[in-house]
C-alpha cells in the first residue's frame, strides 16, 4: 500500500522560511511526478509546484519565493517556502503521480498546516 506522509508544517514568521517534506512508502514501481498543492482559507486546492525528470514548473503566485527539489533515493519530495506571506497560509498537500503494483494515478498525502503569523 501506498503512502505519502508529510511534515514541516507549522508557524513561521512573514518574511521567513519553512521547509516541507514528503516521503513516499509502499509498492512503488516508478513516481512520474511529485507536485505540491496547498488550499488556503476560502480557496480551492491550487497546485503550486511540480517536478520531475525534465525540471519544475512554479504557480505565479510562488515562482521565485518557494522552490521543490525531489530526491529519488529516499523517493522524497521537498518545498522550501522563503519570503513567506500571510497569503501563504493554508494547507498543503503532496501528491504524486506514481505506478504501484496496484496501480498508476495519483496518490495524496493527509496535508500539513502552513501558519504565516506575527
Known amino acids: 500500500q501506498v503512502q505519502l506522509v508529510e511534515s514541516g508544517g507549522g508557524l513561521v514568521q512573514p518574511g521567513g522560511s519553512l521547509t516541507l517534506s514528503c516521503a513516499v512508502s509502499?509498492?512503488?514501481?516508478?513516481?512520474?511526478?511529485m507536485s505540491w498543492y496547498r488550499q488556503t482559507p476560502g480557496n480551492q486546492r491550487e497546485k503550486i509546484a511540480s517536478?520531475?525528470?525534465?525540471?519544475?514548473v512554479y504557480a505565479d503566485s510562488v515562482k521565485g519565493r518557494f522552490a521543490i527539489s525531489r530526491d529519488n533515493t529516499k523517493n522524497t519530495v521537498y518545498l522550501r517556502l522563503n519570503m513567506v506571506e500571510p497569503e501563504d497560509t493554508g494547507v498543503y498537500y503532496c501528491?504524486?503521480?506514481?505506478?504501484?503494483?496496484?496501480?498508476?494515478?495519483?496518490?495524496w498525502g493527509q496535508g500539513t498546516q502552513v501558519t504565516v503569523s506575527s
Open positions: 517536478i520531475n525528470e525534465g525540471g519544475a
Open positions: 509502499g509498492s512503488v514501481i516508478n513516481i512520474a511526478l
Open positions: 501528491n504524486a503521480y506514481l505506478t504501484s503494483y496496484d496501480r498508476s494515478g495519483d496518490y
